[in-house]
């Protein structure tokens, strides 16, 4: 027996595990799970049988909660059979002896009988995975002809079409309904959109048979979710029911209709709400609007939200879960409550729920700890909390969540100020809203209530007048920022690891050796903070390159791409190289690069020949050695045909490409760009110059900023401005332009979208790829070029929004990465970006992955 993070590992003496074949999957639910153990246990072992279990009850609650992941919901068991003929035996014991227990279906898996708790899949049985073309790591079955395929891990039972089945397929149920017929629930309920599917069950749009009105279906699933008294997600949708019944009358929920059961499911039938939720309905306004949220508007919808929780609280009732995703807005504007599970009595205990940064601290915390057996019966100053955090959104965007420190030193009231001290001067409803943000959101006992918050709009806020320029990091805080994060680096690299650090929990596993979520970008990152003096990180830097130069003697499949691929990997090694003056080393990291394939097919930078082509480039300059020359203009040659950009009107070419820097228009013309420059071949600046005017041609202005749909015919404009797609990615490529042909437009466009940045830099994460330290880049980028003093300004100000954001962690001052709740190493997504950013903040010099050379 082995313990691991997630499964206890159950495995015979000299036992030789298959590659791949049918397995068996126990489900349960928590308070099944040890009698489920104990029935399946005695006879896996006398077989011989290899299996795993959920290693603790924690694990088996997040295995079959509402919120798991359909595909691998429920799975609380898993037997590794031999050969299908013991599979077939132990089929039919594990059934027998587990017959009458609770747990909910695995919808990966088929059910070896009716009411079974026992599923079958095939699947691999060892981790036998393979970097796949977007250089993400996935499970891999090996087919009879000896190919490879995605071993598919999807909500429906889906096994390869030649693999024979071990079982004869169950009689389906008659229904009386053909294929392609629609789906009729309850006799009268005709189902016309599946709103969402979820662990817990679908939410469906149907037309009601009997009336012809639209209404809205939730489903609930048996057993999903049970806690340790039994109460899944069936109970929670009938409480949800008893609540509507109880608030509609208010005016304040959607009117229940009924409530019914099929096939052990439960359904509840509400009134169908128009309009947009209130995370859509803030982000539609942005991006049809183009400007921040005008006060009049926030604080009228302040006022609604107030009379809804007002009103909810005067019938006894605690939401819990008030957010922006719980509240629909209505085509007149008007707030509707939604999704009232959580909402519970006063003075009643159940099970702590909530979201981070809109859920009370005080009181989520309690789901964290040991005594969530025991909760505390929440209050209206919960609600009150949640109605500050989600008025905080609605007023600048921004999501309110905060990593947690450890240990706990901060109150949240202390941190929601520092927020929205960053985000009230681009925001003016913010500045009309914030006594009543800072309130609602204080540190209890000093919390405003309802009333509190209803005498405040009574007073008619109006509209603020501007503030300042709002705070900026100062350089005690940016050194802070800087040895703080560089001590975390140096204190959690596992060079005996898979993984040189711990790999982003929220992110997919990828190669180990690039930059996205690897060891490149990090090294990169120490380069140059030891090129700026910073000698602290010289050890690690150290420690670093000699992994990643072992890791790469491994065998792996090699993709092209600069940041999901090696090219990256190559070009931080060999700078990482020169700054250690290891010339074995550089000379390795140079072999390594030729031998990188350039015959892909992928354009792009992140996964494709953009990117493999700029560090070539990149090692040309740093080496002189002509072959990487060619290599770099043999990736050019490949993009002008893959892209046909490479005919006579090459502009035209781009204008049907995505836009952004990452995986469109503007990466891959930045690289060819740069390569026209060094290569002194005008065709590629003129392609380049092309892909210019198509970018400034779709570009939308409001007042001195603009920002770009994903790509042409993109009706959905998202109005966050990032590095990977939008205004920060676009301006980097447009002020490269601007620097290289002189024409004004260009820098007009490449300014512009330096001011959207500006605009957004609180609302948006931290990270390098879609939050403030790219966009800070490009704003360093802007100050560079133009020698304009504001967008250095600009760019502290950013930095700034990174110190609001940043945690306490064992006495280090760390910016968190995307999630918002945890601190990870990772370039793109994590702590390594946001350093680089720091550090050429302090020190100046070039943006890193980009071949400058004025």
Known sequence: MRDGETWCMVTPPHHTRREQGWKLHLSATLPSSPHVLECAAPILVSHGCAFKFAVSPEVTADLTSARAPRGQSGKFLTAYPGDDEQLRTLAGLLHDATLGLAGPAILSDRRYRPGSLVHYRYGGFASSRRLNDEGLYEGVLRAPDGTFVADERNPWFSPPSWAPLPFEPPVPAGSGRRRGEPVVLAGRYRVEEAVRHSNRGGVYRARDGHTGEEVLIKEARPHVGADASGRDARHWLRHEGDVLARLARQGITPALREMFEAGGHVFLVQDLIPGANLARWCAERLARDGVPMPAAVACKLARGLIRLVAATHAAGFVLRDLKPGNVMVTP??????????????????????GTAGFTAPEYLGHRDHNDRASPPAPGPAVDCYSLGATLLHVASGLIPQLAADSPDRRGAGERVAALVATAAPAAPALRALAPLVLGLTADLPARWTIEDAAAFLRQDPGVAAPVAAGPTLTRDSRRRLIDDGLAHLAATITPGGEHLWPRPRSAPPGDPCAVQLGAAGVLSVLDRAVRCGEHSAEPTLRAAARWLERRLAQPERVLPGLYFGRSGTVWALHDAARTLGDDALSDSASRYALRIPLDGTNPDVCHGLAGAGLAQLHLWHATGETRFAERASHCADRILRLTGAGGARRGEAFASLPYGFAHGTAGKAAFLLAAGRALDRADLVEAATGAGHVLCAAARVSG???????????????????????????????????????????????????????????????????????N??????????????????????????????????????????????????AYNVGLAGVLDFLLRLEHGGNRSWLVDTD
């Open 332 to 353: 007149d504007d008007m707030p509707v409550l939604i999704d009232l599970e959580c909402a519970i009595r006063f003075g009643e205990r159940a099970p702590v729920v």
């Open 704 to 774: 001195e900023a603009a920002d770009w749909p994903k790509g042409p015919g993109e009706s959905e404009r998202t109005a966050l401005n990032f590095w990977c797609h939008g205004a920060s990615g676009i301006g980097t490529f447009l002020i490269r332009l601007w620097r290289a042909t002189g024409e004004a437009r260009f820098r007009e466009y490449a300014e512009r979208a330096a001011h959207a940045v500006h605009r957004d830099r609180a609302r948006v994460g931290p990270s390098t790829c879609h939050g403030a330290a790219g």
């Open 776 to 825: 800070g880049e490009l704003l360093l980028d802007a100050a560079d070029a133009t020698g304009e003093s504001r967008y250095r300004a600009w760019a502290a100000q950013t930095g700034a929004c990174l110190h609001a954001r940043a945690t306490v962690r064992e006495g280090r001052l760390l910016v968190p990465d995307d999630t918002l709740r945890e601190v990870s190493a």
